[in-house]
């Protein structure tokens, strides 16, 4: 569970988003018009347990690089990830944006993630690479994160 709780939601989780509708668009409509939607839509999808919403909202060939745990690339990858992710309890996901910045079609964003797993929290920090796609929308093109909690004691 540990594993499950470093590789969640240190990508974009963000406090009271979108319901489930708001997940349902996020899936037929890649992207988003600005990166605060972005985080919004990711959110709202993570609560929905919408890993094809949450999947949607990367580029084809996106990395997803979580804590104790390989590489996702691509959007195929990237949503079975969070799917694992989903059905091991993870609710009241939420993101908090610290900085960020654009500049032309790229753009960057560091935050903070809080998440529960069945009773146990989970907290820590991420970092986004964004890209614009051609039709104007927003899309995470890298995504890397991390607990903030101590690792479990090893087995006696």
């Not at 654009?102 to 964003?109: C, H, I, K, R, V």
């Not at 146990?120 to 051609?134: I, N, P, R």
């Not at 929308?137 to 991390?146: T, V």
């Amino acid at each position: 569970m540990r594993k499950a709780l470093l590789l969640v939601f240190g990508v974009l989780l963000f406090a009271s988003f979108a319901s489930a509708q708001g997940s349902a668009k996020a899936t037929k409509a890649t992207g988003a018009a600005t990166p605060d939607e972005l985080r919004q839509r990711w959110a709202a999808a993570a609560n929905a347990k919408d890993a094809a919403g949450i999947a949607a909202l990367y580029t084809e060939d996106a990395l997803l690089m979580p804590s104790n745990a390989p590489t996702a690339k691509g959007r195929v990858a990237i949503q079975a990830a969070f799917q694992g992710m989903l059905e091991q309890g993870a609710h009241d996901i939420s993101l908090a944006r610290v900085d960020g910045g654009m500049s032309g079609a790229w753009g960057y964003e560091a935050g903070t993630y809080a998440a529960t797993f069945g009773t146990s929290k989970d907290k820590g920090k991420y970092m986004l690479t964004l890209k614009k796609s051609a039709d104007g929308k927003w899309l995470i093109q890298d995504d890397i994160f991390n607990s903030d909690m101590p690792c479990a004691a090893a087995p006696k």
